[in-house]
């Protein structure tokens, strides 16, 4: 393979890994934990791998007790470097021939092999074996043994090994504890897995291609798509060439370890996917009209047409003072006022009472609107991220009425301010009510002097009856407009009145809608975001 096309792939490897370091990271309580945990182990064993030494492939030897394994390795390295049992025939500890040992030893340390158990092959016996360059051939503890180290040593080393050659015997090729442990577990591994059928020279040629297809239809069953399988005598030597070639092929390709972890890759993410199957993308940000409909239900159950309400009446109420015609206030003193224990003037701190309980009374109410929203994005989702968008909504929800309760009181009418034109109408009545006076004692002043000659006016105009009729026209047309007058600022108040509401009304929502997107939507919205960054990155990791 070129440098181009190994560079390439290392860099869409590289793009799975990330991938698969968002999932580890965002799927923290979503994702099943323990594929989680492996996810996170293979991004360390892939981490330290491509660090190690690109130029070597390692190569594991595996398999059981007396399936003449390490026979095989010393018959491939061409020295006996790893000890044949006779009378209990196992391996106990991993044996390494290394061809090229430039750049092997930090590889070697990171798969625990003993510095008494590392053997390279001489320059003068490389001789017609350049096309191995690059080779660990590893040794492998009989995966079966009943010594104590052994298993974990194998099970370790079989899940970092580049390429993992299986060798089987005549008799126990079909053992269920190397299918069952190992063989299914690496179903999807074609590409990193050779199958090795030893002691052939047992076999008779008829017998050979019998047990090879026997072989290849028990392993095409458990997942391997294409088994690559060897038939070769670790005794006379027949097949040993032909694995060697298997072997110089992956070293010189050199994409064994690359394409190790995208096989464990491809075989996590198809799990992940079992556990959480593909959904369509969802929007990140609540849309307008759910963000509107959440601010709706949470001002009804805040009430905060009810404070609009409240602000509208006592702001009639309070006008009475201000713009009514000033006879019929001081007429309407004269009887009992049922108003008057409505104790008008602490009405600010009734409305802020008001405000303050109106919010933590209605928490079931804030909890359905805070539900609403959640269950309108979630439909598309698995459970498990409806969930988490539930939790998400109501992440806050203890805290919420408090918040909405404090942010409303600090819209609390200002009950002390007066509208201007309020003032210049009562300047205008009491005007009214002045010139009223002027008139009647202008009039007694003229029936006193000029009716009943009382005496000698201060001046003649206080006197003179021909200007009656006049001062009488004048009075009633004053009555007529502080009448008037106090009609129509009745309409104004009214008009003022529902506007002030609106206004309130305008601010409180406001309010509330600042609330709910702090406390609501803002942690929805993450949770939203880290759905998509979820099954974006099951989609690259997938490739």
């Known amino acids: 393979m070129s440098t181009v096309s190994t560079a390439e792939t290392q860099h869409g490897l590289?793009?799975?890994?990330?991938?698969?370091?968002?999932?580890?990271?965002?799927?923290?309580?979503?994702?099943?934990?323990?594929?989680?945990?492996?996810?996170?182990?293979?991004?360390?064993?892939?981490?330290?791998?491509?660090?190690?030494?690109?130029?070597?492939?390692?190569?594991?030897?595996?398999?059981?007790?007396?399936?003449?394994?390490?026979?095989?390795?010393n018959s491939i390295s061409g020295l006996e470097l790893s000890p044949i049992g006779v009378r209990r025939p196992t391996t106990a500890r991993t044996h390494a021939c290394v061809w090229g040992l430039e750049g092997?030893?930090?590889?070697?340390?990171?798969?625990?092999?003993?510095?008494?158990?590392?053997?390279?092959?001489?320059?003068?016996?490389?001789?017609?074996?350049?096309?191995?360059?690059?080779?660990?051939?590893?040794?492998?503890?009989?995966?079966d043994s009943i010594r104590a180290l052994t298993d974990p040593e194998a099970n370790r080393l079989i899940q970092v090994a580049d390429l993992i050659v299986?060798?089987?015997?005549?008799?126990?090729?079909?053992?269920?504890?190397?299918?069952?442990?190992?063989?299914?577990?690496?179903?999807?591994?074609?590409?990193?897995?050779?199958?090795?059928?030893?002691?052939?020279d047992r076999l008779s040629?008829?017998?050979?291609?019998?047990?090879?297809?026997?072989?290849?239809?028990?392993?095409?069953?458990?997942?391997?798509?294409?088994?690559?399988?060897v038939a070769t005598s670790a005794?006379?030597?027949?097949?040993?060439?032909?694995?060697?070639?298997?072997?110089?092929?992956?070293?010189?390709?050199?994409?064994?370890?690359?394409?190790?972890?995208?096989?464990?890759?491809?075989?996590?993410?198809?799990?992940?996917?079992?556990?959480?199957?593909?959904?369509?993308?969802?929007?990140?940000?609540?849309?307008?009209?759910?963000?509107?409909?959440?601010?709706?239900?949470?001002?009804?159950?805040?009430?905060?047409?009810?404070?609009?309400?409240?602000?509208?009446?006592?702001?009639?109420?309070?006008?009475?003072?201000?713009?009514g015609w000033p006879y019929a206030r001081w007429a309407a003193k004269l009887r009992p006022d049922p108003l008057s224990s409505l104790r008008l003037g602490a009405v600010k701190d009734e409305i802020r009472s008001l405000v303050g309980s109106a919010v933590s009374a209605q928490p079931a109410e804030v909890d359905n609107a805070v539900q609403a929203l959640a269950d309108g994005l979630t439909g598309s989702m698995p459970e498990?991220?409806?969930?988490?968008?539930?939790?998400?909504?109501?992440?806050?929800?203890?805290?919420?009425?408090?918040?909405?309760?404090?942010e409303l009181a600090k819209v609390a009418p200002p009950l002390d301010r007066v509208p201007g034109w309020w003032w210049l109408l009562k300047v205008w009545q009491y005007l009214l009510v002045a010139m009223f006076v002027a008139g009647l004692a202008w009039v007694g002043s003229i029936l006193a002097y000029g009716v009943f000659k009382a005496g000698k006016p201060p001046a003649e105009i206080l006197g003179d009856v021909a200007a009656l009729p006049w001062l009488g026209l004048m009075?009633?047309?004053?009555?007529?407009?502080?009448?008037?007058?106090?009609?129509?600022?009745?309409?104004?108040?009214?008009?003022?009145?529902?506007?002030?509401?609106?206004?309130?009304e305008r601010d409180m929502r406001r309010r509330v809608g600042t609330v709910a997107q702090e406390m609501v939507v803002e942690p929805v919205e993450r949770e939203l975001q880290r759905y998509n960054e979820f099954f974006g990155a099951m989609a690259t990791a997938r490739r």
Request: net charge negative; with cysteine; charged share 25%.
């Open 14 to 73: 590289g793009s799975r890994l990330a991938a698969l370091a968002r999932i580890v990271n965002v799927g923290q309580g979503r994702a099943d934990p323990e594929l989680l945990t492996e996810a996170a182990q293979l991004l360390l064993r892939a981490g330290d791998r491509l660090k190690l030494s690109p130029n070597h492939t390692v190569v594991a030897l595996a398999g059981g007790t007396g399936s003449g394994k390490s026979s095989l390795f």
């Open 104 to 143: 092997a030893a930090p590889l070697l340390d990171w798969l625990q092999i003993q510095w008494r158990h590392r053997f390279a092959r001489a320059s003068a016996l490389d001789k017609g074996e350049s096309q191995l360059h690059g080779l660990i051939l590893l040794d492998l503890p009989d995966h």
């Open 166 to 200: 299986w060798v089987l015997d005549p008799q126990k090729y079909a053992d269920a504890s190397v299918h069952r442990r190992y063989v299914t577990d690496l179903a999807g591994h074609d590409a990193v897995t050779v199958f090795v059928l030893n002691q052939a």
């Open 205 to 229: 040629p008829e017998e050979q291609a019998e047990c090879v297809a026997d072989l290849e239809d028990l392993l095409k069953r458990e997942g391997v798509a294409y088994p690559r399988v």
């Open 235 to 323: 005794t006379t030597g027949k097949g040993v060439d032909s694995l060697k070639a298997v072997l110089a092929e992956s070293v010189s390709a050199g994409r064994a370890a690359s394409q190790r972890l995208e096989a464990d890759l491809d075989r996590l993410m198809l799990r992940l996917a079992e556990d959480m199957p593909e959904v369509l993308h969802v929007d990140p940000a609540v849309d307008g009209a759910r963000r509107a409909g959440l601010t709706d239900a949470l001002c009804d159950a805040v009430g905060v047409s009810a404070l609009g309400e409240a602000m509208e009446n006592v702001y009639g109420v309070r006008s009475v003072d201000w713009v």
């Open 384 to 406: 498990v991220w409806q969930s988490g968008v539930r939790e998400a909504a109501r992440s806050r929800s203890a805290d919420l009425p408090k918040a909405l309760s404090d």
């Open 475 to 504: 009075m009633v047309s004053v009555l007529g407009l502080g009448l008037l007058s106090a009609v129509a600022s009745r309409n104004f108040v009214v008009l003022g009145a529902g506007n002030e509401r609106d206004r309130l």
